[in-house]
């Protein structure tokens, strides 16, 4: 019996991992509307967030950000949150409702979402040094490293890792903590993953799709380099980390080599993989049971960040 066949899954988890899975596997979806508006942006975008969080939108120079306070404050700390979309997808309007979710899990703390710059058009270094600013951005707003949390899913975990080795190597002071769904940290796609799940993968899954295996955002760099695929960086130095990943990923090995890397260099990991669960799967907010606990425990991670810090 396979191994995946025994992962026991809600019945709207299995639900919605069938509903992408046919959602990404139809050619028309997959070209004409994932394919054309990868690099369109949702910034100007209307939305509607609850009562108690009001919204602004900051210029940044070369690309702008949006922050978002919550009326309910609890905390000192502020979380930067870099989105996801391999690099060559712009804010799009879920990540509001992420930003949304950190926030309400994190005491109301303030959250920083960059619409960073993409590629093809902006490839490597953009979105690292695009994450940079933000960073001393919110530096410049009074908040120490240790008050910043910086938080990513897909790609934006990625970045995430490699802005905190960005600042190491530069003798900077880090953030307080890193939270990673899913993230993608080996470009190089070398992951055994990349072909185990290849089958089973509901958003990746059963194509060769660019996306993955001819990214453009290292451009003429090594993939390799560690600030494109932090699973290939030194982790010594690096802050508590918390990282969530699903058994049905092709970049399940991606989040399996930082944690092996993280350990060896004795960083503080909190590290879960949610049987069953698809790239990203805590999109789905309260609608699931997996995701629902998976956004209790980005929660409870916060609080140990507080906790070590008292």
């Known amino acids: 019996m396979d191994e995946h066949s025994k992962e026991t899954i809600s019945k709207k988890a299995k639900l919605i991992r069938e509903v992408v899975a046919r959602f990404n596997s139809t050619p028309y979806i997959k070209d004409h509307i994932i394919g054309d508006h990868r690099g369109e942006s949702d910034f100007d975008k209307s939305f509607s967030y609850p009562e108690h969080i009001t919204s602004s939108k900051i210029d940044m120079g070369c690309f702008r950000a949006e922050l978002i306070e919550n009326d309910t404050c609890d905390t000192d700390y502020v979380l930067l949150h870099l989105h996801g979309g391999g690099y060559v997808g712009a804010f799009k309007t879920n990540y509001r409702r992420m930003a949304g979710y950190y926030s309400e899990v994190s005491s109301g703390a ?3 979402t960059p619409d960073y710059r993409v590629a093809p058009e902006n490839p490597f270094p953009a979105a690292l040094y695009d994450a940079v600013v933000c ?54 796609a070398s992951g055994e993953s990349y072909r185990t ?15 993955i295996f001819k990214n453009p955002y290292p451009g003429i760099i090594d993939r390799r380099h560690p600030y494109i695929s932090p699973a290939f960086a030194d982790f010594g130095g690096f802050p508590p980390m918390l990282i969530q990943v699903g058994t049905h990923e092709m970049l399940l090995d991606d989040a399996r080599a930082v944690r092996d890397a993280a350990k060896s260099a004795g960083v503080l990991l909190r590290y879960s993989e949610y049987p069953g669960m698809f790239h990203v799967f805590q999109v789905a907010g309260a609608i699931m049971e997996e995701s629902k606990k998976a956004w209790a425990e980005v929660g409870t991670f916060f609080k140990e960040i507080k906790r070590r810090s008292e």
Do not use: E
């Not at 530096?139 to 490699?162: P, Q, T």
């Open 110 to 112: 303030p959250v920083l």
């Open 135 to 188: 960073y001393d951005y919110l530096r410049g707003k009074g908040y120490n490293g240790d008050r910043i949390v910086l938080c990513g899913d897909s790609a934006g975990g990625g970045l995430a890792m490699a802005l905190c080795r960005y600042l190491l190597d530069r003798d900077r002071q880090i953030p307080a903590g890193i939270v990673a769904m899913s993230p993608w940290t080996d470009l190089t």
């Open 197 to 211: 799940n290849h089958d089973i993968d509901p958003v990746f899954g059963n194509s060769g799709d660019d996306l």
